[in-house]
């Protein structure tokens, strides 16, 4: 996915504490800082010679203790000092010998401490931490980080952890990511409200803990979390790892929390309050690009790819900027800026030709938010909702919604260059998006598009020569997401690069082979269907037998999903969309042979997909077509046997075989 489309304010932040240390961890390798000998703490000496547990082969780590204690005072700071431990279980997990910290200009890190203990009890401390910005080069952002390493570091070390961040933020909530991709043992909250504080704690992806009463504070705790395992085309890991959304509420601060989506939406209503006030440029500008002489659907897609074309993504972000749009003259008059500048941008355009338009907060990664989701800043993108008049538009469009009291409504993601106007992008579809209007915050659940939106249609015409080898022409039409993920690719490929694109299809289903020419046409054209023309030669591709050839129909193109039959499966199976996949396969036979046996036609039928397949010979024609169709986004696990059971028979049709027979 384009990095670009992460771009929201808590991204980094919320992200920290939802995953924890895996993802922070692989983000930056920092050279290790002085490090010297040095006592531990006690805590960690005492988690240290606990005995250790056994756990799966391909567990690096273990976290032995993580535990958060979170002061909110009564001038609203909020202050989190923050535990961890850790053991190498193997050598990859000498990894977790780093820890980050992220901050912001509204926050401070008012310490971090690092040590290690060894196998064989020596201890070292890391007194000295890195610094870095999380700025890149369409990124300027306050957020920085400040990095700790440790020294010592071998299997079977304990590494531990401390730190104390002190924020002032502008949203009044905190969370407790307990579940990680490591195995945790104990996992600790700690609560402290100063007086006029009150809270409102939700339990996501596990059932509700009540807490004890330790000294005045609040205390949750878990043992014995287990990880998230890493499977193929499982859940997104916000979709599946267990946390507790804490919000803080306190008549000082009314602007600050919300208890329900739609005080989220008011609160997101009032922050943007002003910004898609027109400039007189602007004015212009859509009085020249889209005159009132234009049938009304011509205009909102010229002042549409006016804002997902010409200007351009960059994001800056500062405190509450990293959720405030940019002013739209400002926006326009600089032709840059991120998603939600992007959507302000085209709001205000399409304001001044009458068509109301609204903000749409989403998680990009499909079941971050849900239906059954607390409020909670939990967002990385925004795109825009359009209001389309009944008679705008000719037929419906698979971006649109019906709204109970608003009418007609499209979706439309200016920050997505490669998506037509009326499609959804696959991370949108089936998901939840914050729509602000109005009326408020509306939790709505967004459309998905029919199988037929997004294809990939083959159609081989080949030749094969009496000593196996094959030879021919394939034309590949892809439509919907299918284009959208191939245009991602060839954006910034050469033609040389884009030869190795061919060469990467060809090379999956044939092991010798060369590129005899090939052709793409429409890669920049989003409005028409991507086309791939390639012609290639496969030596010796059949397989002689005596009098007889061996031939697999199933030329190029692998239908059945990623699947690990090394474990049992976990997750859920996910989609990326529903989506169909053709080929139609004529190959001509050499002379002297004819077909001899045909392997069974395929068949495999249910709820979430079709497979269906046939061949048949013509005189001295070949014939093979097959299709398959996804209709879910998700296959529950208890259809997951199914799932399997539909993969192990379009690997079987797949690797079936024509047997032809020699006649001379």
Not at 43 to 48: G, Y
Not at 392 to 418: Q, V, W
Not at 526 to 541: G, Q, S, W
């Amino acid at each position: 996915m384009n990095n670009k489309l992460f771009c929201m304010q808590e991204g980094i932040p919320v992200i920290q504490k939802a995953t924890k240390l895996p993802i922070l961890f692989v983000l930056i390798m920092l050279l290790a800082p002085l490090a010297a000998r040095a006592d531990a703490p006690d805590w960690l000496r005492s988690l240290a010679k606990q005995p250790a547990k056994t756990y799966a082969d391909d567990v690096n780590a273990v976290i032995l203790l993580d535990d958060q204690s979170t002061t909110i005072k009564e001038n609203g700071d909020i202050v989190e000092h923050e535990r961890i431990a850790l053991r190498v279980l193997r050598p990859e997990g000498r990894a977790f010998a780093e820890y980050p910290v992220v901050y912001d200009s509204d926050s401070k890190v008012s310490f971090l401490r690092g040590w290690s203990i060894n196998n064989k009890g020596q201890e070292f401390e890391a007194k000295d931490a890195m610094e870095r910005t999380l700025s890149s080069y369409e990124v300027y952002s306050d957020n920085k980080m400040k990095s700790v390493r440790v020294p010592g570091v071998e299997v079977g070390t304990v590494v531990g952890f401390e730190f104390e961040k002190t924020k002032h933020p502008f949203i009044y909530q905190d969370f407790w990511g307990f579940q990680t991709f490591l195995p945790v043992e104990q996992s600790r909250y700690e609560l402290h409200l100063a007086s006029g504080w009150r809270f409102r704690s939700d339990w996501v992806n596990h059932e509700e803990k009540k807490p004890t009463e330790e000294g005045g504070a609040l205390v949750w705790q878990l043992n014995d979390i287990p990880y998230i395992e890493r499977e193929p085309r499982r859940p997104s890991y916000a979709a599946l790892a267990g946390r507790m959304v804490v919000t803080f509420l306190s008549d000082k601060t009314p602007n600050k929390s919300y208890r329900d989506w739609a005080e989220f939406g008011s609160w997101y209503s009032q922050l943007s309050t002003g910004v898609r006030e027109p400039s007189p440029a602007l004015q212009q500008k859509v009085v020249e690009m889209a005159p009132a002489s234009m049938p009304l659907l011509e205009r909102i897609k010229t002042l549409a790819r006016f804002a997902q074309h010409d200007v351009r993504y960059v994001e800056i972000k500062i405190g509450v900027g990293g959720w405030r749009p940019h002013n739209a003259g400002d926006v326009f008059s600089h032709r840059y800026g991120d998603c939600k500048d992007k959507a302000t941008v085209l709001s205000s355009m399409l304001a001044q030709i009458g068509v109301k338009s609204y903000y749409m907060l989403v998680h990009t990664e499909r079941g971050t938010v849900t239906e059954k989701s607390p409020p909670q800043a939990m967002f990385d993108h925004m795109i825009l909702v359009i209001a389309l008049p009944d008679a705008s538009y000719p037929k419906p469009m698979p971006a649109m919604f019906d709204h109970p009291k608003l009418g007609r409504l499209l979706i439309f993601d200016p920050t997505n260059e490669m998506v037509p106007f009326g499609e959804i992008p696959p991370y949108e579809q089936d998901n939840y998006g914050l729509m602000v209007s109005e009326l408020g915050g509306d939790l709505i659940h967004l459309p998905l598009s029919a199988p037929e939106a997004n294809q990939i249609s083959r159609k081989s015409k080949l030749k094969l020569l009496a000593d196996g080898s094959l030879q021919g022409e394939v034309e590949e039409t892809r439509t919907g997401y299918e284009a959208m993920q191939e245009r991602f690719i060839l954006q910034r490929e050469t033609d040389k690069d884009r030869k190795k694109l061919i060469e990467r299809i060809l090379g999956r289903s044939l092991s010798s082979f060369q590129v005899d020419s090939f052709e793409i046409v429409n890669a920049d054209d989003i409005e028409k269907d991507l086309v791939l023309r390639y012609k290639f030669t496969a030596d010796h591709y059949a397989k002689n037998a005596g009098a007889l050839m061996l031939l697999r129909p199933r030329v190029v193109g692998e239908m059945a999903g990623a699947w690990d039959n090394s474990k049992p499966r976990h997750y859920a199976y996910q989609f990326d969309a529903p989506h169909v996949l053709r080929d139609e396969v004529e190959i001509t036979l050499p002379d002297g042979f004819k077909v001899d046996e045909l392997p069974e036609p395929a068949k495999s039928m249910f709820a979430f997909g079709d497979y269906t397949s046939k061949i048949e010979a013509s005189g001295a024609v070949l014939k093979y077509q097959r299709e398959y169709k996804i209709r879910a986004t998700l296959v529950p696990m208890d259809k997951i046997s199914d799932l399997k059971k539909q993969f192990a028979e379009i690997n079987t049709d797949e690797r079936s075989t024509a047997v032809l027979k020699r006649v001379n």
